[in-house]
């Protein structure tokens, strides 16, 4: 599978390029390109699967570029690669066929490689539909109900539904990381595989009904009514299947799940948009975690990016006028703002507290770690994470701009604070920053009062203390979050400059 990187910044090329071990995972480097033209020409010479697309680039945008490949039917599959306060641009990508979209500043490996897979499975699955077409094979049933997700109705009388009343279904489990725990690790998907057959019983005698698996942790369920007429009917028994389908997985499952359901369509052909306004419902659990069911509103998102971007505008002017205080109340208003619209997804929302993040750290690193967040799943737990960790970065840059440390101990101290969860050692520092480990060690005592170690262990016992009062993570974890080696190191640092374990801390 090939991949083509179109960008006119060398820094963001070299980055994306030097990051994945593409052959790891059956892709290899198509070319580069610095500029819409040269992109387009490169396309029709290479034919690439997947292209990362900056939207702004001389000659031609990546707007431009979108335009062009739907013209000339040029199938390649577009990564957008955006700036930080861009988010009306790239929705008018994504509507012109981009599948996904990166914040250039905050992307990084993990990310990527979680789009690049996902689109290479789009890809691996069209090819053998295509394959199956070409022969005399018996299509299946799973091949049929996603040619349905995009549009293809040709084969809709070889499934259980009707042309009439059809609402499509999508949910997925609650606290899946933790669930997903259950399961032996020599048997992955046996949760998956659990549903659909917990399904497959449900529906057995179900005449109107057809279900699949869309990802590791997204069902879809297709209903249709042929028989009901009224709106109301139909609504009132969508919702009460799904409340069955809801009961029966936490009765025989002891899962809990959230579910988006469409609007009712009239015709076949309205499926992929059904789907996408499941997508937009189910959406709202990240907003409202307490509720488990949840119907499409239509919502008026070109004003609310525009109103987000002015946000975005203001957060940044205060970054980096230092006005933190100013900061934070933007932030808080910015959030009351996405809580009551309810319309941006998680990972945009994640990508704007990680673009907000890269400014506070004033890096070049383009694909730098984005930290541990796979178990957060509601809009609270995000803004608490981010807010707390963006008042971390504060407090440093506060301490340092009033201390009065020298470059070199400014520097040592942010270097601490973004890195103290991994290994430390003098000699580290020393290649770091280029000055030798006997005067980094010096240099530190007389400015900062004590030895760097010292201060090592405060900042990593400081951080311990909080997560200790989040009962979601073992003592064993926490350690490792904050940088100990094991356990026992950890209990004995903690009881050092504390006085009591991390154990009886946590029973405070």
């Not at 040029?74 to 790239?90: A, C, H, M, N, R």
């Not at 279900?211 to 919702?239: A, D, K, M, P, Y």
């Not at 009765?251 to 306004?277: M, V």
């Not at 008026?300 to 987000?308: A, K, R, S, Y």
Request: proline fraction near 3%; glycine fraction near 4%; hydrophobic fraction near 35%.
């Amino acid at each position: 599978m090939k991949v083509l990187i179109v960008d006119d910044e060398p820094l963001v090329r070299i980055g994306i390029k030097s990051s994945i071990n593409w052959s790891e995972y059956g892709m290899e480097l198509a070319g580069e390109a610095a500029d819409g033209e040269e992109a387009l020409t490169l396309m029709a010479e290479t034919n690439p699967d997947i292209v990362f697309l900056d939207i702004k680039m001389p000659k031609k945008d990546g707007i431009q570029v979108l335009k062009e490949m739907k013209d000339r039917k040029l199938p390649s599959k577009v990564i957008i690669l955006s700036s930080f306060d861009d988010l009306q641009t790239v929705k008018q990508a994504m509507k012109l066929g981009a599948e996904d979209y990166f914040h250039k500043p905050s992307m990084n490996e993990q990310e990527i490689v979680q789009v690049l897979l996902k689109i290479k499975q789009e890809i691996e699955f069209e090819q053998d539909e295509k394959e199956i077409k070409g022969t005399d094979g018996a299509v299946t049933k799973e091949t049929i109900l996603r040619q349905l997700l995009l549009g293809n109705t040709e084969e809709l009388k070889q499934t259980n539904l009707k042309e009439n009343n059809l609402y499509t279904v999508i949910f997925k489990v609650k606290n899946y990381q933790k669930v997903v725990q259950r399961y032996p690790d020599d048997h992955p998907g046996f949760l998956q595989k659990t549903v659909l057959n917990l399904l497959n019983e449900l529906f057995s005698k179900e005449k109107e009904a057809e279900f699949l698996q869309i990802e590791n942790n997204l069902f879809c369920v297709f209903f249709s009514f042929s028989v009901i007429r009224s709106n109301q009917l139909s609504f009132t028994s969508v919702f009460e299947k799904v409340q069955f389908i809801q009961h029966s997985l936490t009765r025989f499952l002891n899962i809990e799940t959230t579910y988006g359901i469409s609007e009712k369509i009239n015709r076949p052909a309205g499926i992929p948009k059904a789907f996408n306004q499941a997508g937009k419902a189910l959406n709202q659990s990240f907003y409202q975690p307490e509720d488990s069911i949840f119907f499409y509103q239509e919502s008026d998102t070109d004003n609310v990016l525009e109103q987000v971007d002015t946000f975005i505008i203001k957060l940044k002017k205060e970054l980096l006028e230092e006005n933190y205080e100013n900061f934070t109340e933007i932030l808080t208003n910015l959030e009351k703002y996405l809580l009551s619209k309810k319309t941006l997804g998680e990972s945009e929302v994640r990508k704007i507290y990680e673009g907000l993040l890269f400014i506070i750290e004033e890096t070049e690193d383009y694909l730098g770690s984005s930290g541990r967040l796979e178990e957060i799943e509601t809009f609270e737990e995000l803004s608490s994470y981010y807010h707390e960790l963006i008042q971390q970065k504060f407090s440093v840059r506060s301490k340092l701009k009033t201390q009065g440390y020298s470059p070199i101990i400014k520097n040592i101290l942010l270097y601490l604070d973004k890195n103290y969860q991994q290994p430390i050692s003098l000699n580290s520092l020393s290649e770091e920053l280029n000055v030798s480990p006997n005067y980094i060690s010096r240099l530190f005592k007389k400015e900062v009062q004590k030895g760097l170690f010292d201060y090592l262990n405060e900042l990593r016992i400081e951080r311990a203390k909080k997560l200790l009062k989040d009962y979601k993570y073992k003592i064993y974890e926490i350690a490792e979050l904050v940088g100990f080696k094991s356990q026992v190191h950890f209990a004995i640092v903690f009881n050092k400059y504390v006085g009591v374990s991390p154990k009886d801390y946590r029973k405070e």
